[in-house]
C-alpha cells in the first residue's frame, strides 16, 4: 500500500509528535519521586540512546518506550505496515535499540526498558522494576515520601507546638502565628527570628530552646523587679 503522505507532510506529522517527556514517563517520574527516588538525570544526551531516566551514580538507565515506536510485537507487524517507509523506520528504532542497550551494558550501565502500556496498565509494576534494579547494585531507597511539613511538625514534636504557640501567641485574628510585629517564625520549625526593629532587618536564626530561656530569664526578672519595689 503506497503511502498517501507527501515527504513534506510526513515530516510535518513527525515533528509534531512529542519524543520525550511524554505522559507513561511523567507518570514514572513522579511515582519514583513518591517513593522517594530522586538524584537522576533526564534525556542525558552524552550517553548512548538518551536514556529518558539516568541514575549517573548507580548507572541505572531507563527507558520509556512505545509500543509503535519501538516495535513490539503484540503491536507492530511488519506485514500489515502501510508502506516499506514505517517498515524500515521500525525496524531502524529496534536496531539502534539493541546497540545503545549492548554499548550501555559494556560501559557498565544497568539497562531498563519499560513499555508505555506497561506503565498505563500496572505503574507500580514499573515502579518496583526500577527499584529492583537500583537495590541490586547497592542504593537503598526509602519506602515512602516524607509526609509534608506541617504534619512532620505535628507528630514529632506536639509539645515543642505548644510552647512555641504560649511564647508566640497569634497577634490577631488573620494573622498567621509569629506573624505579628514583636516577631517572625523562620522557615524550619523549631527556629525564629526575632525582629531587632519595626523595619524588615532580621537577625540570625536562633533555636526555640534558647528563646524559652530567654523568655523565662526575663519574667524571673521583672518578678525580682516587682519584688524590690514592694
Not at 510526513?10 to 515533528?15: K, P, T
Not at 506541617?150 to 510552647?163: G, I, L, Y
Not at 501567641?169 to 531587632?196: A, D, E, M
Amino acid at each position: 500500500m503506497a503511502d498517501h503522505l507527501s515527504k513534506g507532510g510526513r515530516s510535518r506529522n513527525m515533528a509534531a509528535i512529542r519524543s520525550k517527556n511524554t505522559k507513561p514517563e511523567l507518570a514514572l517520574r513522579a511515582a519514583l519521586r513518591d517513593k522517594g527516588v530522586t538524584g537522576y538525570r533526564v534525556h542525558k544526551a552524552d550517553l548512548p540512546g538518551r536514556p529518558d531516566i539516568a541514575f549517573t551514580r548507580w548507572k541505572v538507565a531507563v527507558f520509556v518506550d512505545g509500543v509503535f515506536w519501538h516495535g513490539h510485537p503484540d503491536h507492530w507487524n511488519p506485514a500489515t505496515a502501510s508502506s516499506d517507509y514505517w517498515r524500515q523506520k521500525i525496524a531502524g528504532n529496534i536496531e539502534r535499540d539493541r546497540l545503545a542497550d549492548e554499548e550501555l551494558t559494556r560501559r557498565g550501565w544497568r539497562v531498563i526498558r519499560i513499555w508505555d502500556v506497561d506503565i498505563r496498565n500496572d505503574l507500580e509494576d514499573s515502579v518496583n522494576r526500577v527499584l529492583t534494579a537500583l537495590k541490586s547494585v547497592g542504593r537503598t531507597t526509602p519506602t515512602q515520601r516524607p509526609p509534608p511539613f506541617d504534619q512532620r511538625r505535628m507528630k514529632q514534636s506536639p509539645q515543642e507546638h505548644r510552647r512555641f504557640q504560649q511564647a508566640f501567641p497569634i497577634g490577631s485574628r488573620g494573622q498567621g502565628r509569629g506573624s505579628g510585629p514583636g516577631q517572625q517564625r523562620g522557615l524550619k520549625y523549631g527556629t525564629v527570628r526575632p525582629r531587632t526593629s519595626s523595619s524588615d532587618t532580621l537577625c540570625p536564626a536562633i533555636s526555640l530552646a534558647t528563646v524559652s530561656r530567654t523568655h523565662e530569664a526575663t519574667g524571673s526578672r521583672r518578678r525580682d523587679h516587682r519584688a524590690g519595689s514592694a
